[in-house]
């Protein structure tokens, strides 16, 4: 299918600080395309390289064939963009808010009137129309954010962690309206450090962590990775057994032990109950598929030793773990 955005060896420094490195990537048209990764891993910067807000420091990015440097201008003309932040004109009402993004991009009279009624109509707004956008809370400004985006009749819609720290309602009301609009042929760029969000969304995933991609696949592809990823953590009082021995309880893949995992000693809780000075016990990191069925496997194994559990649960990696696997 046709790459409406293709990102060549991208990178951006802040003097000694780089935090783009080197990224590349397509996104075909009519795609929901999912940019994932830790705070501070460098998406939203990226998306201010894309959407012309920073100008890159090496590497080259082609939106819909226009070069976002050589042809800034150009490259932006068919984009919808809803930055983290809700820049909303806070002394507009809300109609006008959505009338103003609308003629600054040259979208005629009646059409801009019809889209933009649909629009507040559809994000549970309507009603509000003649509100001052500062009476309005977060989540219902990031409603108005969008709706200002998809009044212009974007191409390509670059959503910047949309639903990070809204209520339930305002999160699922605006991942409804961009499927609908997908479905429609709207390509849409969604940056989120969720997981969850981005399996849902998305037919394919980066995952960016370190300024650098560390993956490109489906959503079924990196949940696989996840499963993979899954540990428990567990750490035993009155004995210690050897690595090789966890690893040799049924599903468990790989154990790491000590300040390998997890680089901290768990107090026990029965020492800190008599105040009588105890060894910590050290933690092992139990990597497993099935967490629930390992667990119950290393309580198996205390009871058999007459050991007792200092400590035990069950953990998903962090995306760090997920991107540098």
């Not at 012309?52 to 932006?76: C, F, K, N, Y």
């Amino acid at each position: 299918m046709k790459a409406v955005i293709d990102v060549q060896g991208l990178s951006r420094r802040f003097g000694e600080l780089t935090a783009v490195d080197t990224v590349s990537f397509q996104v075909t048209e009519g795609e929901i395309f999912g940019f994932l990764g830790p705070n501070g891993a460098g998406k939203t910067t990226t998306v201010r390289m894309l959407t012309g807000v920073l100008s890159p420091t090496g590497g080259t990015a082609l939106i819909q064939g226009h070069d976002i440097r050589a042809e800034s201008l150009l490259s932006r003309a068919h984009l919808g963009i809803v930055p983290e932040e809700a820049n909303v004109y806070v002394d507009l009402s809300l109609w006008q808010n959505v009338m103003l993004m609308a003629q600054l991009h040259g979208v005629p009279r009646r059409r801009r009137i019809e889209e933009g009624e649909r629009l507040l109509k559809a994000m549970g707004l309507a009603d509000r129309k003649k509100q001052k956008a500062r009476t309005l809370s977060k989540g219902l400004r990031q409603r108005l954010m969008l709706c200002g985006a998809l009044v212009t009749g974007p191409e390509i819609l670059f959503l910047d962690e949309p639903t990070s720290g809204l209520d339930v309602r305002s999160a699922r009301l605006i991942r409804r309206i961009v499927r609908e609009r997908n479905r429609g042929g709207l390509t849409v760029f969604l940056t989120t450090h969720n997981m969850d969000e981005a399996e849902e969304m998305c037919r394919r995933v980066a995952i960016i962590n370190r300024g650098r991609i560390a993956a490109i696949d489906t959503p079924d592809a990196l949940r696989g990775v996840v499963r993979s990823r899954q540990f428990i953590e567990v750490a035993f009082e009155g004995g210690a057994p050897e690595a090789k021995e966890l690893e040799a309880l049924p599903g468990v893949t790989q154990v790491l032990t000590g300040k390998q995992a997890g680089g901290q000693e768990v107090d026990s809780a029965s020492a800190q109950a008599s105040g009588t000075a105890r060894e910590p016990a050290v933690p092992y990191r139990l990597y497993t598929e099935s967490p629930g069925q390992a667990a119950a496997e290393a309580v198996r194994l205390a009871d058999s030793r007459g050991w007792r559990i200092a400590h035990l649960c069950t953990r998903k990696p962090s995306l760090e773990e997920v991107s540098s696997r």
